[in-house]
């Protein structure tokens, strides 16, 4: 699944970017808040003692506010601590502060990168205090889905010029009077203000105010079968139990998202990225060995997810049992 990267990908992958995370300068920000088994706290002045420590048995992983991240680093928390013998601390942080944590050693690793090509150049290749992981073995996918039960009553729907004959389908009461393209957090920038200005489609975006919210209003639309059009991503939990359809937006073709405000192109396909701060990736020893091996596939990380999200294991739990049923993938990843 993952693919060779290059330049020309990197660039590709810009606008993923911000389909992910609101505009850099402001999140920079923001606080950095840390979840550690003491309670919260504000990563811009406390992060974990361990982090960064030279021959520490503890590892300090950046973990995303999504369920798929989470499942990541569920797995890698679970092997460090019962195979290797490492403490694990976690902290939630946004992704463009997460890489200042990373290159200044508050963290040591990120293990789902959705492409941040302006934070690569400048920690990775100018500055090197970031280090590449690798593939995690997952491709990213940001697009517009509707429910199939609804495609398959309306199959032109899966063409987005078709979109403004369906708009009052898809109006609720907070899209004024147009139809509704449901986004989650205001915290992620997307392009969907400008994909709807640009392509001339007669729709507000609404913005459910998470991705939990999103997923309950999606969920309520779907037990009451009604039509819905809503900006969803790849992987994710939800699929396996409201399937939807992708809107088939105008081919995504190099730098057609070069301009957000003229951006009228689907968003790509992106391998995701493991990075490791630069001293723990030199002298992690068998923790950071570890990282570099992990590699799961999209299934294996939805199969922890739903664990987490729908069966409401702690992630640790769900984790255990992904471990018991999984060795013959896992071992692999284990230094030799």
Same mark, same amino acid.
């Given at each position: 699944?993952?693919?060779?990267?290059?330049?020309?990908?990197?660039?590709?992958?810009?606008?993923?970017?911000?389909?992910?995370?609101?505009?850099?300068?402001?999140?920079?920000?923001?606080?950095?808040?840390?979840? /550690?088994?003491?309670?919260?706290?504000?990563?811009?002045?406390?992060?974990?003692?361990?982090?960064?420590?030279?021959?520490?048995?503890?590892?300090?992983?950046? $973990?995303?506010?999504?369920?798929?991240?989470?499942?990541?680093?569920?797995?890698?928390?679970?092997?460090?601590?019962?195979?290797?013998?490492?403490?694990?601390?976690?902290?939630?942080?946004?992704?463009?502060?997460?890489?200042?944590?990373?290159?200044?050693?508050?963290?040591?690793?990120?293990?789902?990168?959705?492409?941040?090509?302006?934070?690569?150049? #400048?920690?990775?290749?100018?500055?090197?205090?970031?280090?590449?992981?690798?593939?995690?073995? $997952? /491709?990213?996918?940001?697009?517009?889905?509707?429910? /199939?039960?609804?495609?398959?009553?309306?199959?032109?729907?899966?063409?987005?010029?078709?979109?403004?004959?369906?708009?009052?389908?898809?109006?609720?009461?907070?899209?004024?009077?147009?139809?509704?393209?449901?986004?989650?957090?205001?915290?992620?920038? /997307?392009?969907?203000?400008?994909?709807?200005?640009?392509?001339?489609?007669?729709?507000?975006?609404?913005?459910?105010?998470?991705?939990?919210?999103?997923?309950?209003?999606?969920?309520?639309?779907?037990?009451?079968?009604?039509?819905?059009?809503?900006?969803?991503?790849?992987?994710?939990?939800?699929?396996?139990? $409201?399937?939807?359809?992708?809107?088939?937006?105008?081919?995504?073709?190099?730098?057609?998202?070069?301009?957000?405000?003229?951006?009228?192109?689907?968003?790509?396909?992106?391998?995701?990225?493991?990075?490791?701060?630069? #001293?723990?990736?030199?002298?992690?020893?068998?923790?950071?060995?570890?990282?570099?091996?992990?590699?799961?596939?999209? !299934?294996?990380?939805?199969?922890?997810?739903?664990?987490?999200?729908?069966?409401?294991?702690?992630?640790?739990?769900?984790?255990?049992?992904? $471990?018991?049923?999984? !060795?013959?993938?896992?071992?692999?990843?284990?230094?030799?």
């Amino acid at each position: 699944m993952a693919r060779t990267r290059t330049r020309t990908r990197t660039r590709t992958r810009t606008r993923i970017t911000a389909a992910r995370t609101r505009c850099a300068a402001l999140a920079a920000a923001v606080a950095l808040t840390a979840l /550690t088994g003491c309670g919260a706290a504000d990563m811009t002045r406390q992060a974990s003692p361990y982090a960064d420590a030279k021959g520490s048995r503890t590892v300090t992983l950046s $973990v995303q506010s999504w369920v798929g991240a989470q499942a990541n680093v569920a797995v890698a928390q679970y092997l460090l601590e019962h195979e290797l013998g490492y403490r694990v601390d976690t902290v939630q942080i946004d992704e463009v502060p997460a890489w200042d944590a990373l290159s200044q050693g508050r963290v040591d690793a990120i293990l789902e990168d959705w492409g941040h090509p302006e934070q690569e150049k #400048r920690y990775v290749d100018d500055k090197a205090t970031i280090k590449r992981g690798g593939d995690l073995g $997952v /491709t990213g996918h940001i697009g517009w889905f509707v429910p /199939t039960y609804f495609a398959e009553q309306h199959p032109d729907v899966t063409d987005w010029k078709n979109l403004n004959k369906y708009a009052n389908d898809f109006r609720t009461a907070e899209s004024g009077g147009k139809g509704q393209l449901l986004d989650g957090s205001p915290s992620y920038v /997307t392009n969907d203000k400008a994909l709807v200005k640009n392509l001339g489609l007669d729709y507000q975006v609404v913005f459910a105010g998470s991705e939990a919210a999103q997923i309950t209003q999606i969920r309520q639309f779907a037990k009451e079968k009604k039509p819905f059009l809503s900006y969803w991503y790849n992987p994710q939990w939800l699929f396996e139990r $409201v399937p939807m359809t992708e809107v088939k937006l105008p081919a995504h073709e190099e730098g057609c998202d070069a301009d957000p405000e003229k951006v009228a192109c689907a968003y790509p396909h992106t391998p995701l990225q493991k990075f490791l701060n630069a #001293r723990f990736a030199d002298g992690g020893g068998d923790a950071a060995a570890f990282l570099k091996k992990f590699r799961w596939t999209t !299934e294996m990380q939805n199969d922890v997810a739903l664990m987490i999200a729908e069966e409401k294991l702690a992630p640790q739990e769900a984790a255990a049992r992904w $471990v018991k049923e999984n !060795e013959a993938t896992w071992r692999a990843w284990l230094p030799s």
